[in-house]
């Protein structure tokens, strides 16, 4: 299988949300993310490209364009790695797609579960949001596989913050065996 990683935003132009008391920025933990995933996936059979640009789809023509390089390729799986950041009191996981009734739904789906699992174990108050359809996101749109964007948790929530600084393991270790539950399904 053949899996896309897009870590979030882009070093130097576009941080992405972050944590101004604990000096977090989300492209920096979307990238460690991103090499731990890719290190694990390869582990277990898969190929891996790992881009990250803040040329999405063709809107920023000097940097690489991520849905292209995607379509391209071309890639089984599409997965963009993100930390969420609302009001600092919201706290949890969610997986977005274009469609829940579709394979990117249903990789969503063993994804997030995969993840809410993990992080309740180390907080039992960790909040599983679900997954949600969000059609208007360019990497989802413009993507021509089953493509999802993981939102691990909230940066600008210090109790969130921790879960992204110390479960980076973890984190992506469950994201791993969301992509091979799919894989197994086909
Ligand atoms: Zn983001």
């Known amino acids: 299988m053949k899996v896309f990683i897009n870590p979030g935003h882009m070093p130097g132009i576009d941080s992405g949300a972050i944590n101004r008391s604990l000096l977090l920025r989300e492209c920096d933990i979307a990238l460690s993310f991103g090499e731990l ?30 849905c292209a390089a995607a379509n391209n ?37 063993l994804i997030q579960k995969q993840l809410a699992d993990t992080l309740q174990k180390f907080d039992a108050s960790f909040p599983d949001r679900g997954i949600k359809e969000r059609p208007d996101l360019a990497v989802l749109r413009c993507t021509e596989m089953p493509a999802v964007l993981v939102e691990t948790a909230f940066i600008d929530n210090d109790k969130d913050a921790v879960l992204l600084i110390d479960r980076q393991d973890a984190i992506t270790s469950a994201i791993a065996r969301g992509i091979t539950d799919y894989w197994c399904l086909l």
Request: with cysteine; glycine share 6%; hydrophobic share 35%.
């Open 73 to 109: 390729w071309p890639a089984d799986i599409f997965i963009s790695l993100h930390c969420n950041s609302f009001n600092t009191a919201v706290r949890g996981a969610e997986t977005l797609c274009c469609a829940e009734s579709s394979s990117a739904g249903t990789l969503a789906r």
């Open 37 to 66: 995933l890719a290190k694990k996936l390869r582990s277990a059979g898969c190929s891996v490209r790992l881009l990250q640009s803040c040329n999405l789809c063709g809107e920023e023509p000097p940097a690489p364009n991520i």
